[in-house]
């Protein structure tokens, strides 16, 4: 297994770090890994001077995972935009097409309190998003700023997605949806306005044949948002466009009260995937060993269940974490009267023990 790791900005080194742990737990017990490290966004900044130099560039190609841990920093937000450390993230995206992005929003029972709903809402909550990450109105073309017919300044982009792009992401799709238990699948779109998204859902309509173990609804972007608050449990996976994607991700995240918690995958046609956890880079926590390291540990299970296929591994780092929860032990931002606080490192050394 060659994993290239790119720590990133923030608090991405230090939970990096704890995620690199586990691996080598794995590596002891005789798993081959080689492992590879290489700056991204403003660390690639500072080093190169750019965002995704040619050096990471050629470790991600070679790699047959990557590992990330957080870009991003207020020192690099008045850079020019081409430089900034997003567009380092966007990049690596349609530079090694990770055309599908999961994101899983899942309640952990030991922590159903921390979500801003009430309990009984989120309960059991497992919900699976499906983003496409590669296409949509944030890499459609042309875009920019021009002057109108009337002399005034405007700026625009373009929602635009191709059949052959929505046929890719709704297999996907209904390939996940096809191994969960409840098999249900949500496509969300705009299609009573936008012609772009009325065309996602006559394919996803089509594409639903050649899936009839699972049961396809749509369901329009607005109401969706609103039905994530009211009801989060109606949903099983989610599929939906990048800039939908982005949105109902992060609202979706938030349902569960820790996005400390949650890792995710995006997957290109080969098994080749960046893991990375849903939290950014923390800059005001960054190197205080504070930062919670689960959503990089968890990020290292998602790693060898989808691009290694071995269960086995992710299946114990899983249930690793479990137990540490289980046991009371909460970094800060997830601590709870009567549980033990502990450190980043501090928690890194629970989930080792725990193995
Ligand atoms: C995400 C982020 C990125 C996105 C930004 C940082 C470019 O919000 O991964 O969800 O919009 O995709
Ligand atoms: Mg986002």
């Not at 990096?16 to 017990?29: G, I, P, S, Y």
């Not at 020192?75 to 990049?91: I, N, S, T, W």
């Not at 607005?222 to 466009?241: E, K």
Request: proline share 5%; charged share 25%.
């Amino acid at each position: 297994m060659k994993i290239a790791v790119l720590p990133g900005d923030g608090i991405g080194p230090e939970i990096v770090t704890q995620a690199l742990r586990v691996l080598d737990v794995f590596r002891q017990e005789g798993l081959r890994i080689e492992i590879e490290e290489a700056p991204l966004g403003g660390a690639a900044y500072d080093q190169y001077g750019m965002p995704y130099p040619p050096f990471t560039q050629q470790v991600c190609q070679a790699a047959d995972a990557i590992l990330l841990g957080a870009v991003g920093g207020p020192q690099y937000d008045k850079l020019d935009r081409p430089m900034r450390p997003e567009r380092g993230l966007l990049a690596i995206r349609r530079d090694l097409g990770l055309f599908a992005n999961l994101r899983p929003a899942l309640v952990f029972p030991e922590l159903e309190n921390a979500s801003t709903l009430k309990a009984e809402v989120v309960r059991g909550l497992d919900i699976m998003i499906i983003r496409e990450q590669i296409g949509d109105v944030y890499f459609g073309q042309p875009r920019g700023m021009r002057m109108n017919d009337s002399g005034e300044r405007e700026a625009f982009n373009t929602m635009v997605y191709s059949e052959s792009e929505i046929r890719r992401i709704a297999h996907f799709a209904f390939g996940v949806a096809a191994t969960r238990s409840r098999k249900k699948l949500c496509s969300v779109d705009k299609a009573n306005v936008l012609e772009t998204t009325e065309f996602w859902r006559e394919i996803f309509t089509d594409v639903s044949r050649d899936y009839p173990q699972v049961e396809l609804s749509h369901m329009y972007i607005d109401n969706a948002a609103m039905q994530l608050v009211r009801n989060p449990r109606q949903f099983d996976v989610i599929a939906t466009g990048n800039l939908f994607g982005d949105i109902l991700s992060d609202e979706a995240s938030m349902l569960t009260g820790s996005i400390g918690m949650l890792a995710t995958a995006s997957l290109s046609e080969s098994k080749k995937g960046l893991y990375e956890p849903g939290h950014g880079s923390a800059p005001e926590i960054a190197g205080k060993n504070i930062a919670n390291p689960l959503a990089a540990i968890l990020s290292v299970a998602m790693m060898l269940r989808y691009s290694f296929d071995n269960l086995d591994a992710a299946n114990r780092i899983e249930q690793a974490v479990r137990r540490v929860l289980a046991k009371g032990y909460r970094t800060a931002d997830i601590f709870e009267p009567g549980s033990e606080k502990v450190s980043c490192s501090g928690m890194g050394d629970r989930v080792l023990e725990e193995l």
